[in-house]
């Protein structure tokens, strides 16, 4: 099973990246994907989500309107564009992708992917 993170790197305030995760090992259209990220001395904090089909999707309040999570289930990959950066966006993204049924629950991560807006 593996996640693997990459379309991090620095960029200026106000510019974008587009994050990519692509999965292997697992039935990637069974589970909901998310990004997550972590900041310096801070905890981890769940940025966006998409659930298996792709029709449903979540941000948080911080994100809203600048940052899209978007799936492919053709290609197992989830993705996360963000537009309108701030140096606050500053941390190391993470993919993590969660099955859950009557019977288990499979959760999975990303090695992480860091993204540094400078101001």
């Known amino acids: 099973v593996q996640l693997v993170e990459s379309g991090g790197g620095l960029v200026q305030s106000g510019g974008s990246l587009r994050l990519s995760c692509a999965a292997s090992g697992f039935t990637f259209s069974l589970y909901d994907m998310s990004w997550y990220r972590q900041a310096p001395g801070k905890e981890r904090e769940v940025v966006a989500g998409?659930?298996?089909?792709?029709?449903?999707?979540n941000y948080a309040d911080s994100v809203k309107g600048r940052f899209t999570i978007s799936r492919d289930n053709a290609k197992n990959t989830v993705y996360l564009q963000m537009n309108s950066l701030k140096p606050e966006d500053t941390a190391v993204y993470y993919c993590?992708?969660?099955?859950?049924?009557?019977?288990?629950?499979?959760?999975?991560w990303g090695q992480g992917t860091r993204v540094t807006v400078s101001s």
């Open positions: 998409i659930v298996s089909g792709g029709g449903s999707t």
């Open positions: 993590h992708g969660r099955y859950s049924d009557d019977d288990f629950e499979f959760k999975y």
